[in-house]
């Protein structure tokens, strides 16, 4: 069974907790990697991985998760973006230009 938590909503004029921030980037220092649940996306995204050469399901995942998360909450995406890059670079590779998948 599947339950449906409520998406925590920052209002336009809320501040950011510099505090709450600072953990955040130190946790995704130590551990930069998402995990979730889902047979039916693990089904189709491997079905890619194997149909288009060079496809990287990290990469893909990250550019629709990123995306989501900059539409939802853009300031707080911008400033964390900022913070994480300076602290870190990223692991990812370069986006591979072979991949024919696009998001809109």
Do not use: D, H
């Amino acid at each position: 069974m599947f339950y449906l938590l409520p998406m925590p909503r920052a209002k336009s004029k809320e501040r950011i907790n510099e505090k709450l921030l600072k953990q955040a980037v130190k946790a995704a220092q130590r551990q930069p990697r998402l995990a979730f649940y889902s047979p039916v996306a693990a089904c189709i995204l491997n079905y890619w991985k194997s149909a288009v050469p060079r496809f990287s399901i990290s990469e893909f995942l990250a550019s629709i998760v990123e995306k989501e998360l900059a539409k939802r909450w853009p300031k707080l995406y911008k400033t964390a973006e900022a913070k994480v890059k300076t602290k870190f670079k990223t692991r990812r590779r370069g986006r591979s230009s072979g991949s024919s998948l696009k998001l809109k």
